[in-house]
């Protein structure tokens, strides 16, 4: 039975763990997502942040005794295959960054040393002056968006993802009939 620090989700067949179900959208039963899917969901939010054991349930047809061994062993080589994934994912975007940073700021070096040259123009209008100048400055900045979108906030998801698969990681894992089933 199922305590608070549970995490169960209700499979028709094991294979429902890792492939898409076949979507039935009249049948009030039917999933729409695999099962790893949504344990990996519900594991980021705060009613499942302490979960100490995922249970898979399924109808008892499905269940021999290797079920939960070979259940455990997959869910592992997935968490594994999917943090070295996210590892790699990880440095791939702080390699970009930084070859985005170091660009961005050659182009804002130049751009700002233009915009501080054309400060210093006297032959042209002012509002001219001003259009050009200021143009510059902000497309040198604007150069500095890919880095800071690749150093900063493209990392957190993969972060984010990577706990979620540490917290399945240090779950038990077990598989259960149907209750009633």
Not at 90 to 108: E, M, N, P, Q, Y
Not at 118 to 127: H, S
């Amino acid at each position: 039975m199922s305590t608070g620090r549970d995490l169960v989700v209700s499979l028709r067949c094991v294979e429902e763990l890792f492939e898409p179900p076949e979507e039935q959208p009249f049948d009030p039963a039917t999933r729409f997502e695999r099962g790893i899917d949504e344990i990996l969901d519900r594991l980021g939010d705060r009613e499942h942040r302490d979960t100490a054991r995922v249970v898979v349930e399924l109808p008892p047809a499905q269940i021999h005794d290797s079920t939960t061994a070979t259940t455990r062993a997959a869910i592992g080589r997935y968490g594994s295959y999917r943090s070295a994934r996210c590892r790699k994912d990880l440095h791939s975007s702080r390699v970009r960054g930084l070859r985005a940073l170091r660009t961005g700021l050659v182009i804002l070096f130049v751009a700002l040393a233009l915009s501080t040259l054309i400060d210093e123009v006297d032959w042209l209008p002012d509002f001219l002056q001003r259009f050009f100048s200021e143009g510059i400055a902000i497309i040198g900045w604007v150069t500095l968006w890919n880095p800071v979108d690749a150093l900063l906030f493209a990392p957190i998801p993969i972060a984010r993802e990577r706990r979620r698969l540490e917290r399945l990681a240090r779950c038990d894992i077990d598989v259960v009939a149907h209750v009633g089933g």
